[in-house]
């Protein structure tokens, strides 16, 4: 049993089995509920309806009833309390189907603010990076996490990793089948496996893939999945991968639903490649398919725009596209749900469902939001209630906080070739995520200044350090050059490199990218902007060296003065695109500890090759 | 391993995790499919929609994929098959997800058949009627049935056995939280609770009954449930029940939609009472609710409607009342297998999924089943696979050959009064399944020819005897008097009479009525009618006194014939009607072997009262 006053978490609300009489007899009238909202509009996402006139009535966090408005006043004993709604709409919380809490470089309790205050009362989290970094150590540390959160937070266990090999990167996780399955069997709450995301292989009948297939599917859980082009959608389906948080056209949004793949739309902020929802959408719009297996997701959200793209934003921009209010709310409430079982227990406000609710006005902006039946945010601000639990986070191990394990003073400057060469320049350039693979000539020179000034090419370094502590008494590095970066002068770095997370390194002067990678080793993680011998900017990540233990507020603070300082030193891709250059499942060529990988060859390549041609 | 002929059940397809690497083959076209059936249209239940020019790759008894028409011509290897559906749809096969199998009075392998031959290749079954008979034994002994059978049967556990108390009669089977616990542990295919038809009971939080919805929500189970009357809605949802499978009109259909209440529209056969689909359908055709909760269903049939009036006929109607095609196809599979969270398995042709399929002209007539990829009826014939797996049905134990456990020659008449006197009697008539209570006045008479004849009603003598071997040397028996049954000589008996299955005579003649009876008790079960010192029509029901051990199609036959003997006879009502005589849970005044009862007060009250009043 709870104690009297227990930490606001999802166990606040007793299991179902255990509160029925108490409900039957709430709805019933024999009993009073705990609160009433009255003076409503319901949302119903069972119907796809707006019922005018109800009131909803609450008791052991739970949904009793919703009942025609001022039906309370009838009761023989009143209600404890009784909150107007002033006729908004009365909605269920939002489910966010796939997400990843660690891009938003927070943990799970401190996002939970920002969920709550965007009307999200429940995710699907995989936690990818962190189990990247400490393998089922990690994974479990972020459910401890989650359980603590004020926040209702399923699993999806992550299924690919590393994302490639041994031979291409030094992961500080190896996920195999048999830790996946361990998983599952150990945390309830671990639903599904997360985003296949390797679907060439999954295609392709890759063994470890498919036993990772299959420590989900003999369980009887399902697979989520992520998957590019049409041509894999046939062989993605029938490996049974039901989900995908992506369709970056219409056509093959038709191919996926049709295949059995569920579809959640993927709403990023409009400045990035993320937001392929508009034209997703038009499957249903245009070409008439049911919206019955199709949510909204977030994915990954920087933690200052958290606050401003939340799920609520995505269901409001799936309305834009041409879904009704009340469809845009089931594609983000019932339909993840229903996706992943969970119907029975949240996505509407059907009878016995958790008291997961929000207000609404007519535009689907979110006013309040009751976490299991308690009020925790209020006229778009957080309660006193939700504010202390947040203030009492829980504190992850020791051991999270020393995972940037650098050995030595690796070099982070390459010695310039002594003879005329090319490089395999890295060509970052937005839109996209692509980084181009760009040969760059190099002339002849005795310093690199000289060398690149001769170029006559926007160039910079960049090196990516093993930071796992699996590479012997020097850390390993990989040398490299970014053309077209826009870094003007100092240095950025990252302890967020996807997806093995070495830290990565760019910079036009090797000092200051000395004092960008101390500046990380010493704080054990984060990403910062120096300049001249100066940090300008630096957001902390002490845990897993992926996350700051701060409130997401502070970490959206220094987020956005990071962003800030990011884009005066000149660079030309935001830093989330920067933590993804190392990521050597996306095309044309990455670079990780291992050296420079030409994707999809899964080939290393040197940085620099003899040769006097001309640049691509 | 199955053996290389196995019989043919629903293991012969192994499991999606063991497969999905050779269905990546096949859909990659790196390997050939087993089966294509070429030249169709396709029926997606995921998007609503018929798709022109396809065909269907089938491997490992599953679907690899849906491609464009011809693809298969451009495989290195020709499949091993190709079928050609001659521009047919192909759909997926249907989904019932509520039927009770005994009440078409034959054993779960026989039921196979005539489910296959409707296109159902999946049934979620409530064995709720052995259940009362033989406990957990008879649960089980079915579910033994059911694995053997060439079919894919789920089974939503008995909840309300027995449906009263043993006050008010005494059943054979007393299914406690425990046991139904138990089930679910030891039975992975126990994926629901069944229908927990004592809502009242629920409504008012009584305790057995909450028990045993906590034995199913604390194991994450869905529990499903029957309803009348909106007034109990809410608190029924509360209790955590989550469909129901009769919505008598539009509105109770759209509460019960609102409060999370999944619809299973029942589709009766026209003369009877369980046709409510087409008042129910009003809720998405007029009041415009989604129909993305609503599925189709077909409860119970005799035998011999099992051919004409399966749920392939039920989707048609929802289609006459106003669905497209594709909605009302997709509410008989996708929707029932979304609800039982078993729809990475069934309900839709998507990859990976069972090849459960159907081949339909464009009435949505069922030309061709294909059940885990095996053709089993072809042009609305089994196929000889089939047949031969129909010849080798499970037998059923000893023990369930011996259960109409009958003591003595209990008195099949009462004594007539010997002053004049009311009679509690019971008139039956159509439409609708109430039993009226009907106060008669019975004048003085030596004998009840000139009692009855002097009444000037239509009377004849019912008595329920107890069956389980549970009332001592000489069982328990309980007389009345029926109303209107229109029984103009002779007897008919049953040992179905709902729930608790205790044997119900009724006639003119205790001769013909002692007949009726000594033939059941002789065959160990069966429904008969009587005239005149011979038996005029008999289906033996030796399984638990409920069920045949034949064919379906002898099955059918010998019901077809019973019912002309019935009909001869001049019942008023059907056999099935009269089965129901003694379920105490339905108004007004029903008989059970404890006496007369009435609904809903819950009281017995005698066959015969002193008194001079007039009929009422």
Redesign the interface.
Known sequence: MPSPTPRLTRFCVP????T??R??????G?ASPDLVVTGAR?L?T????I?PERELWIAAG??????PNGTHKALAHAPSEVYDANGGILAPGLVDPHIHVESSMVTACAYAEAALLNGTTTIFCDSHEIGNVMDVAGVEAMLEDARAAPLSIFLTVPSTVPATSPELETAGGDLTAEKIGALFDRWPEAVALGEKMDFVQ????D?RS?AI??AA??RGR?VSGHIYGREFV???????V?DTHEAIDRDIA?DL?????WIFLRGGPPTTPWHSLPAAIR?ITE????H??VCVCTDDRDADDLMHFGLDWVTRQAWKAGMTREQAW?MGSLHPA?RF?QD?EIG??????RADVVLLNDALEVRNTWYGGRLVVEDRKITPLLDEALSDRWVYPKAAYSTVKIAGDPPLVPKPPRTPAIANALRTALPGIVVEHARVALPRGETWEEIVAASGEDLCFVAVIERHGLSGPQSRVAHGLLKDFGLKSGAVASSVGHDSHNVIVAGKSEADMRLALDTIREAQGGVCVVEGGAVKAFVALPVAGLLSDKRVTEVAEETRRLKEAWAQAGCAIPYMGFNLIPLSVIPEIRITDKGLVLVPQMTLVPAFEEGREAAE
């Open positions: 299991p179902l089995a255990e029925t009489r409900l039957a007899d709430v709805a019933s024999r319901v119903s069972y119907t796809d309806r019922l739970r949904v009793a009833a919703v009942k999954v295609t392709e009948g063994p498919h297939l299959a599917l003999s399902p046939a062989a993605y389906a029938a490996s049974g039901t038709d639903l049709d295949a059995g793949v499957t070409l008439g398919a049911s019955k297996r089931a229903t079982h029975g509407a406000l059907g009878g016995g469902r």
